[in-house]
């Protein structure tokens, strides 16, 4: 038996730039394949995003003389780290892992593809007023809950967790599905903000088993 429709499955940025020897590599970011593919199996309706960066991207620090990766610089909408090139439009870098098995998913959410906005929210871009479309997609739907996996814990995930919430909707993030970057105790933050702002931390066994429960 699978999760009902209300119950969104929400795969954030699986992708190759995110995977270990990737441009912006997420410690055992590979080890979310898996678990994502036995989570998505319980699911009838998954969506995925992609992070999709033209190369000009603002948050790009080579496209800023003097900068380099992982320092912070003030941009019109606010504090921006500045990253390695990753996930340009239509690279391998930017593609879905191979082994990423969720061929029901609904819809794919690509994000970041504005040249001076970062994007690390499936909900709203960095400026806190573009939306993606997705909340209005998933109230169109009826969804209510969702349920967060993917790269990484401590930005897109928690990001996209905190704007869920924002939006009205209830919000899980599965820890053993995710992967953190963990730049200047940014992981800690976000588990913080996170529980402050009511989203509930579980693991997929415990979901796994609730579903196995239901079926019995």
Known sequence: MMKPVEDVFLVVDV????MPGGALAVAQGDEVVP???RLARAFSHVVLTQDWHPRSHVSFAPNHAGRAPFETMTLPYGEQV???????????GAAL?????????????????HEHVDSYSAFLE??????????????????KRIWLAGLATDYCVAWSALDARAAGFEASVIEDACRAIDLNGSLDK????????????????DILKNIDRETT
């Open 35 to 37: 678990v994502i593919n």
């Open 97 to 113: 892992h191979r082994d990423l098995h969720v061929p029901h998913a609904r819809l794919v959410v690509r994000k970041g593809h």
């Open 15 to 18: 992708q190759y730039d995110f």
């Open 82 to 92: 500045l990253w390695p090139v990753h996930c340009v439009q239509d690279t391998d």
């Open 190 to 205: 976000a588990w913080k903000d996170m529980q402050a702002a009511g989203i509930e931390r579980v693991r997929s066994e």
């Open 126 to 143: 960095a400026d806190r007023a573009t939306p993606t479309g997705l909340a209005g997609y998933l109230r169109d739907v009826g969804a």
